[in-house]
């Protein structure tokens, strides 16, 4: 049996235990931060003499690592500079948390954070996020090798301090985070499984397990979506040997008269291309192409483990795209649930024809105040955005405005792109309502054309993630290919601008 994170909390054995078990002393009282503070302030000469001799000036994010001097009982001392000191962002903390982690290792056993900013201590969320960042940081998916090369430890476990004034409410502030940070750890951990291990009947299995949380879990399958209508996600399905399976997910933590808010996610388990199949190079990382659908499982679980106060639909969409003898063909029509008929002319061009049937599920059934699909959609978007921002489109500038300062927030970014009818005039076909490509130019924005189709007027955005979900450059707090984006984003989302008021 493959366990998983969402069942079996024994996953942290595989990174570092990073609680936030912060001293009990207030950093300025506090003898054991008083202690260290004093051995410090007299070992004060020889950190200079090491900063001198590394040319070590206090840049943001620069690392001074040296033996501890005698008198400490410590074995090193880490020196991370933060620039001019104001200013400060809560990427910038993140940052931090994730160059204190990157500095550990088998030996780190307890480590102690005295966080010293030129002009200040550092504060409650400040801290919070120096732990969110070593959290996320430490991740690592090991679950499959079973043997490690030289020096390598993929048990690395320590006990991390941080010293704040107000442990009562950091103590507070780092419950829900902790929660959060455990949803992009669910949300990578979906990602980073292999094909033949997470296919859509266990991917549904999978999010199953949210309802030890309180979440109410309905899945669809083949016989409920044929029932439903929902020809263009079972024409994916249809080449595979693994059928299809559509997964609803509610949190009410809100007012039962809500309306709630609704996050779509694309699940193809893995993309062949079917029929007009893809090159062999770098096929392996279509495992990934569930991105959308991985994030939305762990935002939900985020979003119920904290006991956020709304109301939230999550919805998933899990495909496999194969070329068998019964894979849709370039030329087939498909009726989607809708009504709208969709001439295939690309089997690649797939993910869009999962996501119209459950875009318009939710907005039918649930009404929800607006609608968020994120989806690994198109290659399209990287040669627009390369790997740092996620491609937005959107109906609403509200949505899209609250979505854009949540990314700079979190560091989870996401830039506009353009909506138009000149754009929608592409996929128009001479043959059905709709054609499933409009050709090479402009491909993430005809693609969010097509999504736009099946909204029903409901306020909407689509994130392209095809860049920063999966096989992104590794960065201070995600060294893992699977980098669980969206989770924090959307959360942040949620929190600021969606919750009922105490």
Partial sequence: EHRTAIEDRAFQHRQLDATLDILEHRLRGGRPAMRMRKALGEAAGTVKRAAAANQFKGKSGAILDIPAPE?????????????????????????????????????????????????????????????????????KFTRYKTKKKEGEDTSLRAEVSIAVGDVAGARRAWAPRAHIVDGVVIARELVNEPPNVLYPEEFARRAQQLK???????????????????????????????????????????????????????GVCFDTGGISIKGAANMEEMKGDMGGAAC?????????????????????????????????????????????????????????????????????????????????????????????????????????ERLSKAGQSTGEKVWRMPLDSAYDKLIDSQFADMKNTGGRHGGSITA?????????????????????????????????????????LLERLVAEHYETKK
Avoid: C
């Fill in 71 to 139: 008198g400490i009982k410590i074995q090193r001392l880490i020196v991370i500079g933060v620039g001019k000191g104001s200013g400060l962002k809560e990427t910038d903390f993140l940052k931090f948390g994730g160059l204190i982690a990157g500095k550990l290792n088998a030996a780190s056993e307890q480590v102690t954070v005295l966080a010293e900013l030129p002009d200040e201590t550092m504060t409650v969320e400040q801290a919070v996020s120096v732990a969110t960042g070593l959290r996320l940081r430490t991740y």
């Fill in 296 to 400: 939305v499982v762990g935002l939900m679980h985020a979003l119920a483990a904290r006991k956020a106060k709304v109301n939230a639909v999550g919805a998933i969409g899990l495909v496999e795209n194969m070329p068998d003898g019964n894979a849709q063909r370039p030329g087939d029509i498909v009726k989607s649930m809708s009504g709208q008929t969709i001439e295939i002319i690309n089997t690649d061009a797939e993910g869009r024809l999962v996501l119209a049937d459950v875009l318009w599920y939710v907005a039918k059934k649930f009404k929800p105040k607006f609608m968020v699909d994120l989806a690994t959609l198109t290659g399209a978007i990287m040669v627009a955005l390369g790997t740092e921002h996620s491609g937005m489109f959107s109906n609403s500038d509200e949505l899209a």
């Fill in 212 to 266: 030890k949380l309180g979440v109410e879990v309905e899945v669809l399958d083949v016989k409920a979506m044929t029932k439903l209508g929902m020809g263009a996600l079972l024409g994916v399905a249809q080449g595979s040997a693994r059928p299809g399976r559509t997964v609803i997910m509610r949190w009410n933590g809100g007012k039962r008269s809500d309306q709630p808010v609704a996050f779509v996610g694309k």
């Fill in 448 to 488: 969010a054309q097509f999504l736009q189709r099946f909204v029903d007027g409901t306020p909407w955005a689509h994130l392209d993630i095809a860049g920063t979900a999966m096989g992104a450059p590794k960065t201070d707090i995600n060294h893992s290919w699977g980098s669980g984006y969206g989770v924090r």
